[in-house]
T-cell receptor, first 110, second 118 residues
Framework: GDSVTQMEGPVTLSEEAFLTINCTYT??????LFWYVQYPGEGLQLLLK?????DKGSNKGFEATYRKETTSFHLEKGSVQVSDSAVYFC?????????FGTGTRLTVIP | GAVVSQHPSRVICKSGTSVKIECRSL??????MFWYRQFPKQSLMLMAT?????????EQGVEKDKFLINHASLTLSTLTVTSAHPEDSSFYIC??????????????FGSGTRLTVV
């Protein structure tokens, strides 16, 4: 079945450090891939998405590229800020739903 | 853009009482709504999927008599936790999906409801 495997956290970085959160997936067909962000006490917000192989999603300095050959969708940001502290979820579209990874908690310290 | 309003954001109730959580799509018609439960420091667990005017489809292990879902209109779905107990304390999040193209056909999430049963 469809599934998402996400790098376990927590991840703690200093401000301006480089961020990578790994995400790999298993799916039948050609799913769309997403990264969602959840700030403390809030719901999920779509951060970026990619709908087909080699697409790059980007938003707020974050990027992720849909790699079909490695079934990956790793999230990257060149220089993190304290305000990026949140939980990040990788997800893919199933037949009628989204499948989520377990989430990675990121803490950025000044 | 597509907006989903969920309330209340926080609720505390006594054990044995029922709690209703509302999820509204504000600027689009949500043909499908999803209800998730999130335990502390864990991912989202899909509880049920509902299509407007139809009975909800529950995931395995979710008690349909305990978690009542109503999707009576294209802009409103409700989740009622009946006879709540402390183990039902959790963060509940709804998601709505519209039809057609564009942003409304994606998944838009509510801001979540923190339920505490005492």
């Amino acid at each position: 079945g469809d599934s998402v495997t996400q790098m376990e956290g927590p991840v703690t970085l200093s401000e301006e450090a480089f961020l990578t959160i790994n995400c790999t997936y298993t799916a039948t067909g050609y799913p769309s891939l997403f990264w969602y962000v959840q700030y403390p006490g809030e719901g999920l917000q779509l951060l970026l998405k990619a709908t087909k192989a080699d697409d790059k999603g980007s938003n707020k300095g974050f990027e992720a590229t849909y790699r079909k050959e490695t079934t990956s969708f790793h999230l990257e940001k060149g220089s993190v800020q304290v305000s990026d502290s949140a939980v990040y979820f990788c997800a893919l579209t199933g037949a009628n739903n989204l499948f989520f990874g377990t989430g990675t908690r990121l803490t950025v310290i000044p | 853009g597509a907006v989903v309003s969920q309330h209340p954001s926080r609720v505390i109730c006594k054990s044995g009482t029922s709690v209703k959580i509302e999820c509204r799509s504000l600027d689009f018609q949500a043909t499908t709504m999803f209800w998730y439960r999130q335990f502390p420091k864990q991912s989202l667990m899909l509880m049920a999927t509902s299509n407007e005017g139809s009975k909800a489809t529950y995931e395995q292990g979710v008690e349909k008599d305990k978690f009542l879902i109503n999707h009576a209109s294209l802009t409103l779905s409700t989740l009622t936790v009946t006879s709540a107990h402390p183990e039902d304390s959790s963060f509940y999040i709804c998601s709505a999906r519209g039809s057609g193209g564009g942003e409304r056909s994606g998944y838009t999430f509510g801001s979540g409801t923190r339920l505490t049963v005492v």
